[in-house]
């Protein structure tokens, strides 16, 4: 039995439910819903984004408007444009068994003529930003003194964008008996002062405690000087080849600056900001939405349409001047049941802010340091042969295996796996050897050398382990398996990096025998687990916290002044916005040649990227010629 069975809603709403593949209620709409279904009254929900607000209060909300009255009987008022189409295509979908119920988006960027003649020709619900609302009150388009129902969601983000004002004028124009409902993720002052003054005696729902954090989000930070806050972000996300991602930059200058960097050192990348037109903001977001753009770069006001589902993770670039908005970022990621990540990047002066934020989600923040070179050259190359395994083949291929064995004829299975797996390889090993570690201290001589090091007890030592997030694992889960599993201690492995196929651990030297020898061949599920050691120090040592204290360093780590663009990447998930400057000719057919200054191109075969589809240029966006063939 459907659990929203048992929740009071019609049958109309169950048959759209069943065809959302809805099945069981999110603990918001569990709380919300036979509240609003049972009673007349207001309400004030705090719940975090992406908890399933919306069909908590559009559930009720569709259930209780008259369809056969055309009037207008409810006001929906949120913060963006992209979050009041969102919702309006959201309360569309639930009520697509219910003739004669029509819903209308009311926002700025828009013809107001034509959305005042929507109204006019019926609507009973209007979903609105408050700045064309009030718009559309003053100038007498439309009418919601007898208005039943009032909802304002992510009510403390349109007051932080200074809506306070449009508010209190938008709801003094309706009427004092309707049913005010109230959703956010926190209750600042001055939320809780419209609550206090336009609603009555509500009924108060929080999902978790206020102002905490989802938990489905892991939080992590990496210390950077303020110098290389941009080479950070390009580690982190080579480090991550499958990430798909929102970086928050605090201004719109820094959102458009740093899209443009990371679209001329070959990411797909785009900027989502305020001075984009109506048209340009709509073409960045169904990009993102068909995952043609890997990296979107937001400003917090703009992001907060964003619904998109499997957002690996969210990238601070840098940290909101408001505490509490560090909430409304993460939870971006983390939705429907799915782990996320949050990642902040911060210099040494910011770390206060790091304490101020757990106390605020009451979630504790992993402290990392940005990998290495060699190691992200490692992660890349094990994320290339794990995507070759997986790769299905398709048997057309097979016309033309006699050219390709007569190419290859001659050549090992050993020669020929090194020479296709070095074709993406070549690229970033040539890219990091000349660049500086950015995790602090430059390492010793001995390991810089490419010999095998002696373990010793006490040394942090570094392994691969040959499962991941496919296999439902998260760095804490992960490295809870691993203590059970060996029966360690709660500080004797640490440095958990997991990744879609394959995962980095550390422990001390002195348990590397133990782990070797129960961990590989260990049975989990039918899944024979892997162990080997990496090629590297294991990153630091620990302090008295087990926490990483920088300075160790990969063997073979690289040395040398960070110069130049990141290595282009040009293939799979390759549909985002990027310029002309730089690029250099391309060669018809094959593999692509290098390019003449800075980095080599990103060829492809490391992320899952779409074909390429528009390019953007300052704030125009417009399609790309065809490629010759």
């Known amino acids: ?49 992406g908890t399933g607000k919306t069909a908590a209060f559009g559930f009720p909300l569709i259930q209780k408007i008259d369809a ?56 009973q619900i209007i979903v609105a930003t408050p700045g064309r609302m009030q718009d559309m009150i003053n100038r007498g388009l439309v009418n919601i003194k007898n208005i039943d129902f009032c909802i304002l969601d992510e009510a403390d983000e349109m007051l932080n964008m200074g809506f306070y004002e449009d508010i209190c004028s938008i709801l003094s124009d309706t009427p004092d008996e309707k049913n005010t409902w109230l959703f956010s993720a926190t209750m600042p002052a001055e939320v809780a002062r419209i609550a206090k003054q336009f609603m009555s005696t509500p009924v108060e729902i929080t999902v978790g405690h206020k102002n905490s954090g989802s938990a489905t989000v892991s939080h992590e930070y990496y210390v950077v000087n303020a110098r290389d806050r941009y080479e950070a972000l390009k580690r982190l996300a080579d480090a991550n080849p499958d990430i798909f991602s929102v970086v928050f930059c605090r201004t719109k200058r820094d959102t458009q600056a740093v899209a443009e960097k990371l679209i001329e050192d070959g990411y797909n990348a785009a900027a989502l900001h305020g001075d984009l037109s109506q048209a340009q903001r709509d073409g960045v977001m169904k990009s993102f939405r068909g995952r043609q753009i890997q990296m979107l770069v937001a400003t917090d006001v703009a992001a907060r349409g964003i619904d998109v589902d499997n957002v690996t993770h969210v990238v601070n670039y840098q940290l909101p001047d408001e505490i509490e908005t560090y909430n409304h970022r993460s939870g971006r990621t983390g939705r429907a049941g799915k782990l996320g990540t949050s990642i902040v990047i911060v210099t040494k002066s910011e770390l206060r802010k790091i304490h101020s934020i757990e106390r605020i989600i009451q979630q504790k923040f992993q402290e990392k340091t940005i990998p290495s070179g060699i190691e992200i050259c490692e992660i ?69 050398s490419s010999e095998p090091r002696e373990i010793r007890a006490g040394d942090p030592v570094r392994y691969f382990i040959n499962i991941g997030a496919r296999d439902d694992f998260d760095w804490m889960q992960l ?61 630091g040592r620990r302090d008295h916290n087990g ?14 002044e960070r110069s130049g663009s990141a290595p282009r990447r040009e293939g799979g998930r390759d549909g985002g916005f990027r310029s002309d400057r730089g690029s250099a000719p391309r060669k018809e057919g094959g593999f692509r040649g290098e390019r003449s200054s800075s980095a080599p191109r990103r060829e492809g075969g490391f992320s899952d990227r779409a074909p390429r589809r528009a390019e953007s240029t300052g704030d125009s966006l417009r399609p790309r010629r065809p490629r010759r063939s």
């Open 68 to 123: 056969e009255n055309r009037n207008t009987q409810a006001l929906i008022l949120s913060p963006t444009r992209e979050l009041c189409l969102q919702i309006t295509n959201e309360i569309k979908l639930y009520s697509k068994y219910i003739k004669g119920l029509h819903t209308v988006a009311v926002y700025g960027g828009a013809s107001i003529t034509e959305q005042a003649r929507e109204v006019k020709r019926g609507a």
């Open 380 to 448: 890349q190359l094990l994320h290339l042969a794990t995507k070759i395994k997986d790769t299905e083949v398709d048997h057309e291929i097979d016309n033309y295996l006699p050219a390709i064995n007569e190419v290859l004829d001659g050549l090992s299975k050993e020669e020929l796996i090194k020479k296709m797996v070095s074709v993406e390889f070549n690229r970033f090993i040539n890219y990091y050897k000349s660049k500086r570690d950015l995790s602090g201290e430059r390492g010793s001589d001995r390991e810089r």
């Open 479 to 539: 490295k809870d398996f691993i203590k059970e599993t060996l029966d360690l201690g709660r500080d004797d492995v640490f440095k958990v990096d997991v990744k879609e196929g394959f995962s980095f651990f550390n422990t001390d030297g002195e348990h590397t025998d133990k782990v070797m020898s129960i961990l590989n061949g260990y049975d989990m599920n039918g899944r024979r687990i892997n162990v080997e050691i990496s090629k590297n120090d294991g990153g």
């Open 547 to 560: 926490r990483n204290s920088g300075g160790g360093r990969r063997e073979g780590g690289f040395r040398g």
């Open 1 to 49: 039995m459907n659990k929203f069975e048992q929740l009071g809603l019609n049958e109309s709403l169950l048959l759209a439910i069943k065809d959302l593949g809805f099945e069981n209620p999110s603990e918001v709409q569990e709380k919300a819903i036979p509240v609003l279904l049972e009673q007349n009254t207001d309400l004030v929900a705090l719940a975090q984004t």
